[in-house]
């Protein structure tokens, strides 16, 4: 195992972590603001990327299909937000998980409908083609490195929000105390859809960033939502700084996990078993990590009491 | 409450009114929801096809959605067979649903008619006189792929499939037939998106070519990333990464790939000819390798029925065993472990007008029947 191979899965881990983060961020703002288990938020993912391929694929602009990713999942968050999510505020959360799981089944269908059952093609625009040195000799795609610097731009803009904006002080407050901050004459509502709509258009972004390396098809953000939960839940439910680094463990320990586990038990048995063991660990990696966390911190890293 | 009731209801009138048909009554568990669509719609499209070609109006097809989950699949196996009292069963796509469901209905008695889904346990020690297999075993293309291999001078190729039955039967039909050094063997996970990591090994490994089994999506997310990667080393895979459902959404990354395949739109015989053009005409698209096994298996189907009645098990199974149906391959026969006989054939992405296809540039082994029939005993 060479440095470069090692320094070349560290930068994978961090890529899949920060666009977890992108994902977990709006699921987190949701569930601490609103106390709302979102299922939905995957949905939301796909609209994204659905919404990315298709005009990208109208107009060859591989920007205008970012923007139209904001855009689309920002605007089906607001509706859904208005439509459904905003008489479950008030309910328990089985009847919120029971709404939203619906409004995935919603969504996969009505998608399936306008857009066929075959995976969508969206590609990676000619200038972030190909790759490029890094220094000490790793050769990385330019595409995910972009993800990278993008991600981390979004996370900086968003802890700025958070920390310094009018908005950012009164999504803080709506966390604390939200019969509080009504009475102190902030239209709660408004609030909540803004934030809910933040979310949803944070997903959808890193719906169709990562659309244009994976496959666009129906169903495609389920799998990353429960990653985003196990991500939420590490960093501790409602904290942004915990989202970050919980998204950035879960991808580390994700990507590493099924690179080291397989020749770490390569050591200790024949090829051919430690390959299916290692594989099998592997995909058990984060669920451990979270156990662990948990153990010792039962709120999650960041969570407050 | 009440809409259940009367949906139930309705169900009862349906089943009634299905129990005066005579003829042959066919239950279709494929995957019409979620990621996997793709696969169950183009065999759904192929076999109803060819059921509407026979113009018989004495097969009744029940299809049923198992959103490619094995307990779902199992429940409606129970279903079909208790109170829709179907005849025959067909149309399962992913082998641990296949595991799932066959051993329980053809230990009931009725025939299984496998349009896709091969496993190896289901090919040997756990065969069954009821059970047929018109697509493949799922070894076979896989032993194609390792043959080519050998034949274009790989020596050092790096393997990787996910981390099931037909993924451990992939890169175990490969090896069999694959003479070279391996360069490294990965199982990924099921369903897995992303493969920066695996590429990254590949590219550490010092391999000179790659051999992949991901099915659906996965193999859009591999070859699309292997693409960016800027790897450039020659790839080689089954068909089912290069089918023409996804071809157009894996672009360009696919050009000039080889994979191996039972069936393909070129293969010259009457009856493939007329299958594409009447699919085409049909629904608007290029058929599918699954879209053919679903169109031969129908076929397959209403050749049994033409000389036997179903109700007469063991005359039905020697129609069915006879295979005298024309299929889209040409040649068709079944071994003794009712599993095909047939050539497997390389074929190359290309490009014709704006669509993403294939087209065979030579054959990958002759009449090719799969090594688990000796431990098969009816």
Redesign the interface.
């Given at each position: 195992m060479s440095f470069t191979l090692l320094a070349e899965q560290t930068l994978n881990g961090l890529q899949f972590g920060v666009m977890l983060f992108l994902m977990a961020a709006g699921l987190t703002l949701v569930f601490g603001v609103m106390g709302l288990i979102n299922l939905a938020h995957g949905s939301l993912y796909m609209v994204g990327a659905f919404a990315a391929a298709a005009v990208a694929g109208a107009t060859g602009s591989f920007l205008l299909g970012l923007v139209a990713s904001l855009v689309c999942a920002a605007f089906a968050g607001v509706l859904i937000e208005v439509l459904v999510i905003r008489r479950l505020y008030e309910r328990d959360h089985l009847e919120q998980v029971l709404a939203t799981f619906a409004l995935i089944l919603i969504f996969s269908e009505g998608t399936r409908w306008v857009f066929g059952s075959f995976p969508l093609f969206l590609d990676t625009p000619a200038w972030l083609g190909g790759t490029v040195t890094l220094p000490f000799g790793i050769v990385y795609p330019v595409y995910r490195l972009a993800i990278i610097l993008v991600g981390l731009a979004v996370a900086l803009g968003l802890f700025w929000m958070i920390a310094r904006t009018r908005i950012g002080i009164r999504i803080r407050a709506g966390e604390n105390d939200r019969e509080m901050i009504a009475a102190l004459g902030v239209n709660i509502s408004l609030l909540y859809t803004f934030v809910f709509a933040l979310g949803a258009a944070l997903a959808g972004f890193a719906g169709a960033m990562i659309g244009a390396i994976q496959s666009v098809q129906v169903g495609m953000g389920e799998p990353v939502l429960i990653l985003a939960f196990v991500v939420i839940v590490i960093g501790g439910i409602g904290s942004i700084k915990g989202a970050f680094v919980g998204a950035l463990l879960v991808g580390l320990t994700e990507t590493l996990g099924r690179f080291l586990l397989p020749e770490f038990f390569k050591l200790l048995m024949e090829p051919s078993a430690a390959i299916s063991v290692g594989a099998s660990l592997a995909s058990m990696s984060i669920y451990l990590l979270m156990a662990a966390v948990l153990l010792f911190r039962p709120r999650g890293l960041f969570g407050s009491a | 409450m009440k809409m259940r009731s009367l949906l139930l209801a309705a169900g009862f009138v349906a089943v009634a009114a299905g129990a005066q048909a005579e003829g042959v009554k066919v239950g279709m568990i494929t995957t019409l929801?979620?990621?996997g669509?793709?696969l169950g719609?183009d065999v759904r499209d192929g076999f109803m096809l060819a059921v509407a070609q026979s113009g018989r109006s004495d097969i009744e097809v029940v299809i049923e959605d198992d959103q490619r989950k094995p307990d779902v699949a199992v429940q409606l196996a129970d279903k079909m067979i208790q109170s829709e009292k179907v005849d025959v069963l067909t149309g399962i796509i992913w082998s641990n649903l296949a595991m799932a469901v066959v051993p329980g209905v053809v230990a009931q008695g009725k025939f299984y008619l496998s349009p896709n889904a091969g496993p190896s346990q289901l090919a040997g020690k756990g065969c069954n006189k009821n059970y047929f297999n018109v697509a493949w075993q799922n070894d076979n293309l896989h032993e194609a792929a390792g043959a080519y291999a050998n034949g274009a001078g790989h020596g050092k190729t790096f393997i990787l499939a996910p981390?099931y039955p037909a993924g451990t039967d992939a890169l175990t039909g490969f090896k069999r037939f694959y003479k070279g050094d391996l360069a490294g063997?990965?199982?990924?996970?099921l369903?897995q998106?992303?493969y920066?990591?695996?590429i990254?090994?590949i590219?550490?490994s010092g391999a000179d070519s790659v051999f992949f089994f991901l099915p659906?999506?996965?193999g859009?997310?591999f070859l699309?990333?292997y693409a960016?990667?800027?790897l450039g080393l020659p790839v080689v895979g089954p068909a089912f990464s290069f089918d023409q459902?996804?071809l157009?959404?894996?672009?360009?990354?696919a050009l000039g790939v080889k994979n191996t395949s039972q069936w393909n739109k070129d293969i010259d015989n009457a009856t493939n000819a007329a299958f594409v053009a009447s699919f085409q005409a049909e629904y608007g698209r290029l058929p599918s390798l699954y879209a053919s096994q679903g169109f031969d298996t129908a076929n397959l189907l209403i050749s049994a029925m033409g000389k036997a009645d179903v109700a007469d098990a063991d005359a039905f199974r020697a129609a069915l065993e006879a295979a005298d149906f024309a299929s889209t391959r040409g040649d068709f026969a079944f071994a003794s472990n009712h599993h095909p006989i047939q050539n497997i054939y390389v074929r190359e992405v290309i490009k014709e007008g704006d669509v993403f296809t294939n087209k065979i540039i030579g054959l990958a082994l002759e009449n090719h029947a799969d090594v688990y029939a000796a431990d098969c005993k009816m």
């Open positions: - | 929801s979620g990621g669509a793709g719609i981390n063997e990965i199982y990924t996970k369903g998106t992303d920066a990591g695996e990254a090994q590219r550490a659906g999506g996965m859009i997310s699309k990333q960016g990667s800027g459902g996804i157009q959404a894996v672009g360009e990354a």
